[in-house]
């Protein structure tokens, strides 16, 4: 056996405490997988104070000396955000010190640059707890399906925001009220932006498309969109389409182009992510050859995105004691990124319309204007509760003086569907738009939307 | 660029041609993946007239020629079965030939001598496509779970099976309906066994076993029962409690030892495995850190599968160009591997008895003699249709003459469960055993069990 695996860890908060303890517990299993001891050199932390249960020598608050160290083989990043750490990595890299990251912020926004210091230096960069923490992604994206052609990856990618999407679909709750239960339960942070406004998915996005389509994409090349502004009448009318309303990353690839997207969405109650709940995340991959996949798994949590960190930590470790080094992230298609004007999807409109003879005539106008072809439409009438009325408007009889025009569009251009929902704000018959949700079936034939259930 | 990397293709059957297409239609994405050309050498195949989309200069029927050939440095095989193939293989990772294979069979008998040969000089050593056609599986287990413990793997991985199953469910046919079904739609061979009887399953169970749990197991140690006995009244038994029936394979680490079998098994309807139909499989992976993950896609099919021989494919090319290689295949635990008899699980029992006073105290007499504790019963009358009629055994009206008791029984030994149905045969008042069937609740309380749906 040769001589220890040196390791370096930088911050040790919920994930990097559990990954303290594997190593500790699982200390001869490791060895015997690497070929070689795996052995904590230091851990830098901001207040040493806290963290008693690290041995009180190993402890520091000199990141950088602490990288600097010759004896460090590896350097674990568990901190988050961009600086210091892109400088921290970016040193320890150039030096030959392979790095083992979590940071999805920091690998969305420049990558790049990470990944060019570790190929310049033959070091090892792996970030597979970076998305969807336990679920084994990166690694299936990158080197199982590396014989393929990617078409599609797309997921439930956040755990906090599907928690607040599933309690409102179970109970009914509003936004809000589903915003504090997750935070009593501990799946919101006390500033919940990052995740509530998509941030975090976006990121993850990023990192999902750029090693999918064998192209750089950042966080700012994706579409966010997040889901404050989703409504208990929108889950409601998702309901009445027999669909189910979920914060979705998509990565596409189409034409030659790639677009990546976060936004929430309604999908079939039929479709396997639609039954994904709670904290959970999974994400679907379509490619030419292998077909649809499935990964399903918890996306955050201290041991779960621990276990994923010491994956990697062992490839980087063995790599290190047989020779070679991991995949290295590849950007040689660079395929242009599609603004999200140009990229193809489906819109679900509600419109609260004055009922009288002539306005779907001069509704259905305005979407053939922009060129948008209308899948199904549904009058509701009014006055019944939001969404949950329905059939009566079929029967003949004469409707209520107000009816709710439900639409679900074929594919078109995001821009047409935006331009055509914001010329019907336009007509004097439309009174208010209740509800545009986009709409995904994600491979699957949605035929059977508007249909109810 | 470096020279090309040289491939010896040994079969060109379902999933050879679609290697030799997609190396064909994608070789510059491949090129700029490996960092080298991937050219493809040799291919043998027992009749080359049957090859014509193949350049007639690459066919050989010589595969040992092929093989031993100075240029090749990775031998891809697709033949199947033990020999001629296995000495093919060991003689090439003897040389230093990377070894791409789909072998079950051969991985699951005698893995350990291919891996050793591949230690000894270097060479990689890959067999994603072996275990559940396209899903990442084996990647996953072996390198993004690395540091982790996993204590039990579990899914469905033969699509036959799991179509005849579904089919018997969806339609109430018997299995030999359901066989010719599968048969006609190409979804069984026109000789099964190695399916039905469970063949195919313990192989890949038997890989499973060996790469979670680090411990050599092969398909000798792993129980095998495969579905020619599931009867149209076990699948209708199943409804009746709320589950459905899957052959599943199930790896599991327990006290220090391990566990692999493959039966057919209740599980509930709302466990995850339960919804995957027709000919897609399912894994489940449990870890101690990671928590429970779940992999799905196609598991057979030429294209999907070849998505895996060419991920591997990339890999190994990939290794020659760069250095270095893929992770050693360790048996470092060498647990002890426990018999069936002293495996845990539960069973579904339905007697048919004759309707008197104390009948049931004597069945559960016998259960209590050999130390196996009841979870539910139900007695059904019975001429109503097998598992179908039920609950009005419960009104307190006179039962008919005859009925059936369905127990479910809490976890004990396989082989105190074994002995208990045996000893019951033996009761005057039992006319028969109607159905004997594994429970599984795989990680999920099973509680509702016995409840109906």
Redesign the interface.
């Known amino acids: 056996m040769t001589g220890s695996i040196n390791i370096a860890l930088l911050g040790c908060g919920v994930v990097g405490s ?1 990954v303290v303890r ?1 190593l500790t517990e ?1 200390a001869d ?2 060895a ?2 690497v070929g070689a001891p795996l052995r904590l050199v230091g851990v830098a932390v901001r207040r040493p104070q806290r963290h008693p249960d690290v041995p009180a020598d190993l402890l520091t608050t000199d990141a950088a000396e602490l990288v600097s160290r010759d004896e460090v083989d590896v350097v674990v990043e568990l901190v988050g955000g961009i600086e210091p750490v892109r400088g921290l990595l970016l040193t320890a890299l150039k030096a030959g010190k392979s790095v083992v990251s979590a940071n999805k912020a920091l690998l969305a926004e420049d990558g790049a640059a990470l990944a060019a210091a570790a190929d310049e230096s033959g070091a090892d960069l792996y970030y ?1 707890a970076s998305v969807a923490g ?3 992604l990166l ?2 994206i990158q ?7 990617i078409v599609r990856v797309a997921g439930i990618v956040n755990g906090t925001t599907n928690f607040i999407l599933s309690a409102m679909a179970s109970s009914g709750a509003n936004y809000t009220e589903a915003l504090e239960e997750a935070g009593r339960l501990g799946y919101a942070e006390a500033d919940p932006t990052a995740d509530v406004d998509g941030y975090d998915a976006a990121s993850k996005a990023a990192i999902l498309a750029s090693l999918a389509f ?1 192209t750089r994409v950042t966080a700012d090349d994706v579409y966010r969109e997040g889901i404050r502004d989703v409504t208990a009448a929108d889950i409601a009318a998702a309901k009445a389409l027999g669909c189910t309303v979920k914060l979705l990353a998509i990565c596409e690839q189409t034409n030659g182009s790639v677009s990546a997207r976060v936004h929430p969405a309604m999908i079939p109650r039929s479709h ?1 992510l639609a ?1 994904v709940s709670g904290a959970y995340n999974a994400v679907f991959i379509e ?12 996306g955050a ?1 201290g ?2 995105t ?10 980087a470790s ?2 290190r004691v ?4 991991g ?2 992230d ?1 950007a ?2 660079a395929l242009p990124v599609l603004a999200m004007g140009d990229t193809h999807t489906r819109y679900h409109v509600a419109l609260d319309v004055i009922d009288r003879a002539g306005v779907l005539a001069q509704v259905a106008g305005v979407f053939a204007e922009h060129g948008v072809s209308i899948a199904t439409v549904r009058q509701e009438g009014r006055g019944h509760g939001n969404g949950a009325a329905g059939r009566d408007a079929d029967d003949g009889a004469p409707g209520p003086k107000d009816a709710t025009l439900v639409i679900v569009t074929h594919s078109a251009s995001d821009a047409a569907l935006a331009a055509t929902v914001e010329a019907l704000t336009g007509l004097d018959a439309v009174q208010g738009v209740a509800g545009v949700l986009r709409v995904e079936g994600l491979g699957r034939p949605v035929t059977e939307l508007g249909g109810g259930s």
């Open positions: 559990q594997l699982q299993e490791l015997a997988r597979e336990a679920i084994p690694r299936p080197q199982s399906l590396a014989g393929d052609r064998h396997p039954s490619a030419a050859a292998a077909g649809q996949l499935m990964f399903y798994g918890q949590g041991p779960q621990a276990s994923a960190v010491l994956g990697d930590l062992v490839a063995r790599n047989i020779g070679g080094r995949p290295r590849t040689h298609a």
